[in-house]
């Protein structure tokens, strides 16, 4: 049994099983008697009936996902799931009010290249027209998204609950113990919003021993930066490996750019989770998890030579990351993702209903 689900069976409620979620959450909300999305469509729809296998494609899958969803009273799911368009299309074109939609991790980032932003205009103007008449309530992972996405999508911001994301996976214990001091170790690691090129100015000329894990589709631009063979470049590093490698670093470096979106909170957690300090770019998407002095050392965005003081600072006083990292820990103890599911429990699963 996984953490989550030992934590919620202490608790759960009476079986719901007119309830459909998606993704993670359908293993994070089962002791509540809830059923996941792709297990009601391939009750209605065995996949090798359709001939597809496992391979759905998003537009049939939000098809599918209606047609089961027939006598759903709640659908739970991801502001990113798969066929949400057209399944909350064919919500609003048949009127269905009977089925109240949530939608978690509510969150869309701003782009900058013309095609990108052709398809954000597209993604609003479609999204303006579905979510007043499909939605019934939103998760934000930070307060500010909240007004920001209420006035994107021309929504109450009633509609919208800010339900941090949590910063430690399992009930903390005692704060890991800190690398020895001879090992020095920079980590920088990512996916979406990494400012690569920061990172990379910020190390230019410094003695200090840099890994960076990228993505696949970060890979060339993480080569073309590292020409010179500053850093170890890894790819695609599975978690558990990456965690084995943060668990060694002096310093995690958390190096962002703004895009007016939620983000990083997940390797911010990790980071404290390993007992590591972290010094990190004050993006939007950090505000009210970076805590300057606190969770971390922030710099301004796109600041290399901020960025370049504070790890040194870091690297070369052991008593202030003790300091740092003992805080960051302390101050997250009671931000678990034990607490977070039972806060979406108590959002989307009305107990008096089950």
């Excluded at 993505?215 to 990456?242: F, I, M």
């Amino acid at each position: 049994m996984s953490s989550t689900q030992h934590m919620a069976s202490a608790t759960a409620s009476p079986p719901s099983h007119r309830t459909l979620v998606d993704s993670w959450y359908s293993e994070a909300l089962a002791p509540y008697g809830v059923t996941s999305v792709d297990a009601a469509i391939a009750k209605r729809f065995p996949r090798g009936l359709l001939g597809l296998g496992t391979n759905i494609p998003d537009p049939l899958r939000g098809v599918l996902w209606f047609i089961a969803a027939k006598d759903a009273e709640r659908v739970v799911c991801t502001f990113n799931a798969r066929g949400l368009a057209v399944f909350l299309a064919l919500l609003a074109l048949t009127g269905r009010k009977s089925c109240r939609v949530y939608l978690l991790e509510f969150l869309r980032a701003e782009r900058t290249r013309l095609k990108a932003r052709i398809k954000d205009a597209v993604h609003k103007t479609l999204y303006r027209w579905l979510l007043p008449r499909t939605l019934s309530g939103a998760q934000v992972n930070t307060q500010w998204e909240a007004d920001a996405y209420a006035q994107k999508y021309g929504l109450s911001p009633n509609l919208f609950s800010f339900i941090p994301y949590p910063m430690q996976r399992e009930r903390p214990g005692d704060l890991p113990p800190m690398p020895a001091e001879s090992s020095v170790l920079v980590m920088a690691s990512g996916r979406a919003c990494t400012d690569w090129p920061t990172l990379f100015a910020a190390a230019k000329g410094t003695a200090w021993p840099l890994t960076v894990v990228c993505s696949t589709q970060d890979l060339a631009e993480v080569k073309t930066l590292n020409h010179d063979g500053r850093a170890t470049v890894l790819c695609e590093l599975p978690h558990a490996e990456h965690q084995r490698l943060l668990s060694r670093a002096t310093v995690y470096a958390l190096v962002m750019s703004e895009q007016h979106v939620s983000s990083g909170q997940v390797r911010l957690g990790r980071a404290i989770e390993a007992g590591v300090p972290v010094v990190a770019t004050s993006i939007l998407g950090l505000k009210g998890y970076l805590e300057n002095g606190t969770t971390g050392m922030a710099v301004p965005v796109g600041n290399a030579e901020a960025l370049r003081t504070a790890i040194a600072k870091l690297i070369g006083d052991p008593e202030l990351r003790q300091t740092l990292r003992t805080r960051a820990y302390e101050e997250t103890r009671s931000q678990s993702l034990a607490t977070y599911i039972e806060q979406i429990r108590a959002f989307v699963l009305d107990v008096n209903e089950l």
